[in-house]
């Protein structure tokens, strides 16, 4: 294991709190340029080199001369770019990350190889800095730990990783600037990296984190100003919960609110006036497009998984500007007849307590893990709330049931 170093560097920060400027006795100087939302733009160094980021581009900056396109990021990687002459020869990079979302082999997966090509294997201490163990790192990388950007231009390396809100250092385990939502966590550190325990968590963009089980339970939760962020988690032999490494990232503020509501259902057995208190949960999402990514993917990682079935809501404007409400209430299948039965309860509480008064809906989805035939219940819901709106002079709604076997929607109701 080499010996591990950290830089002598002088850190200034702009209003928003991020490095504007970083000052190394050896290596000059890097200045970094955001937009006004804290988006990184440019890292420049004193010799006028560097880097310039638009969106998943990343193009390399020379002291002299024109800049490149460097690479460019996939869902499952980056595709890295050569230039010769005036012509670019791409390379295929894929990722294979561990539970918590380092980078832990890239493997070469251009078109046209005989065979898949690692060409860089990484191994971490518990909070992140790299082993020299395996081969070398690969030139044209620099996102390791976390899947993030390590600090690296040229001779200047800061020792430091940019996970957007704020940098990480590996070296003191820490971040380099306090938790804009200290306030919140009162009893941990503003500087601490996932509340001290790396191997179980990880934290998307140096703020807060939302986390859900199999059930649909939401087992921690926070705001975030880089994105809204959403892991499935699930239990591990201490108990604690441990990432599973599926997770999803809406733009931020898609998710307006979160509520957890309280509930009485009537027990089969025992007294009616006593009954047992549950909760069910809603997110409030702006736009469409936001509003079915996160239905889909927490009925293909919830209801394919455990049979909870997740409602959905589409009402107001079509498009960016629709309200979109997501909720479920952790009702397991049962078994009837010998068949599992599952059901979905929530959206018919969300809908008396809210969408039926003074919304205009326009699609009501659900998520169905054994069939996707509407159930009895199902029509009877549909009946209902379009017998409501008639009655009221509003308009109907389309009804869908979304088979997770086959991701698709299949109407009813009609």
């Known amino acids: 294991m080499a ?19 970083v000052t190394s006795g050896t290596s000059g100087s890097l200045t970094y340029t955001y937009l006004s939302d804290g988006t990184k733009v440019s890292a420049i160094k004193s010799d006028g080199s560097g880097e310039r980021y638009i969106g998943s581009f990343v193009y390399t900056v020379p002291s002299s001369g024109s800049e490149t396109l460097e690479s ?14 005036s012509t670019y020869t791409k390379t295929d990079l894929w ?14 997966i251009t078109p046209g190889l005989s065979a898949p090509q690692v060409v860089e294997r990484n191994d971490y201490l518990p909070f992140g800095t790299r082993m020299n163990a395996g081969t070398a790192v690969l030139a044209s990388n620099r996102f390791r730990l976390g899947g993030k950007e390590s600090q690296t231009f040229g001779s200047l390396d800061l020792g430091k990783v940019d996970f957007g809100a704020r940098m990480y250092d590996p070296f003191i385990a820490g971040w380099t600037t306090a938790d804009p939502m200290a306030a919140k966590y009162g009893s941990i550190s503003p500087y601490s990296y996932c509340g001290g325990n790396p191997i179980r968590r990880f934290d998307n963009n140096g703020m807060d984190w939302w986390e859900i089980d199999e059930t649909g339970r939401v087992v921690n939760s926070g705001n975030s ?6 892991y499935m988690v699930k239990k591990g032999e201490d108990g604690s919960y441990v990432r599973t490494g599926v997770s999803i990232d809406l733009n931020y503020q898609s998710v307006l609110s979160h509520r957890a509501i309280d509930y009485s259902p009537r027990q089969k057995s025992g007294s009616s006036n006593d009954p047992k208190i549950d909760t069910y949960d809603v997110f409030k999402i702006r736009g469409d497009n936001n509003g079915t990514r996160l239905f889909e993917f927490l009925a293909d990682n919830i209801t394919k ?23 479920f209430g952790h009702a397991m299948p049962k078994e009837i007849n010998n068949q599992r039965i599952a059901s979905e309860f929530s959206m018919s509480y969300l809908l008396e307590g809210q969408l039926l008064h003074g919304y205009t809906i326009r699609e009501l989805n659900h998520s169905h893990p054994f ?26 709604p389309s009804f869908n049931v979304y088979y997770v076997k086959d991701k698709a929607y299949y109407p009813f109701g009609m």
């Open 371 to 396: 069939s996707n035939k509407a159930s009895l219940n199902d029509n009877n819901f549909a009946q209902k709330v379009k017998s409501y709106l008639l009655q009221e002079k509003h308009s109907i």
């Open 3 to 21: 010996a591990i170093q950290s830089p002598l560097l002088v850190f200034s920060y702009n209003v928003c709190n991020l490095p504007r400027e």
């Open 95 to 108: 990722f294979v990350k561990d539970h918590v979302g380092n980078v832990r082999t890239v493997v070469n």
């Open 305 to 327: 998984q455990t049979g909870v079935e997740i409602s959905h809501a589409k009402t107001g404007l079509s498009g960016n500007k629709g309200l979109n409400f997501i909720s």
């Open 225 to 230: 100003k880089d994105c809204d962020s959403f």
């Open 72 to 85: 460019a990021a996939w869902d499952e990687g980056r595709i890295s770019f050569t230039k010769s002459g």
